[in-house]
């Protein structure tokens, strides 16, 4: 797996500058933090920060510590077009999972899922990074829409297959993983407007205003 | 939403053994906890918890809190048939989280995420009261594997629209979800294999023994 950042110094600075990010990062959020602020946090000179890291971005990243690094990932998937998308996007995220950054991901999931400060920071990133590049290789109507449910498929599956360990998911291998979710993943990227309702019936959106009728919600 | 358990009785008894009732099944699993146990931590009569839950898995229901009762609520949604049960799952499952009991919803993905035992126990109930029904009123091959696919869709647009709250899905209407999940819901309860490979191509497992090639998983 690529990794962001480049490889420890001497002295664990590199991990006193990343604690003190993710500290800042948390606190404030990523417009507020500033590279000075994470600076005089972890005790050194600013310098070091952008030695070690490059710029904010690059601190922000690797104080996250995203199991990839979707500015090379991602594009490297969507490179072959949208055919047989879904199913590549599959693999690539199971392999991920499957593969040493499986713990990071196993933390990443643990910090958004207790803090709502974590699960803020990940959320911009996760938007900006991953569904943001992928929506926009999508040409049809609602490609945010459509990222995120092919998101929320693989979530869904790394939660029961990683972390509450849930059989026969957690057996399963990675050829029927694909075969069983990358046809979900298509269709929610290539779907046109008529066939993506799948089941007809009465009660549903068509043709009206979507998001018009939020129900108020508690909780 | 139906509640498992009786109202709380004068002077929160109900809450003490509930309390008392968590440490135990979370220290020692549902198997090795006891009514005896649970009471003796909670310095009240045995017979004290039998009035108020009936039974071990009464107690342990309403321990955890899980926001509507599968023994009613499942066998509800299976009744009408395999027809639309995709999209009456989905419907069902998002109006539990836009409820109030959506927090206690909430509650139970932290303390999952958080913590392997809560996990485990949580496992353990789902898989026996709601993904066991599922899977038995299904008609095809792999039913557990089936009814966990499905799972996993509601499992991880739960975590983008209610935790992590991930645009445009939390704005998106209970139609909406609905229309785009159902489908895929609809389509691993019911594809027969041949059509629920969805894109043919090299490298699936098609005709092979699906548990076989598990790698081994670090992390």
Redesign the interface.
Known sequence: MPRTGRRPGPGGTRDKILAAARAQFGKLGYERATIRGIARAARVDPKLVLHYFGSKDGVFKAAMEFPFDPAEAIPQLLAPGVD?L??RLVRFFIDV????A??R??AL??S???SDEA?SL??DF??REV?ARVAESLEVP?P??RA??A???????A???????????V??????L???????L???FTARDGD????P?P????GTD??????A???
Chains 1, 2 share one sequence.
């Not at 993506?196 to 089941?199: A, I, S, Y």
Request: hydrophobic share 40%.
């Open positions: 047989g879904g199913e999972w499957d593969s040493p499986g713990a991901a196993h999931v643990r958004i899922v207790a699960a990940l959320r996760v938007r569904l609602d945010q829409l995120g449910l998101a929320s498929q693989l979530v869904g599956v939660i029961l297959r990683y972390i509450v360990k849930v059989e026969p998911i057996s399963a291998t990675p050829d029927e694909a075969a069983w979710l990358g046809p979900t298509q269709r929610y993506h309702r799948g089941l019936g009660g549903h959106a068509r979507r998001r018009r009728k939020r129900p919600r508690s909780a």
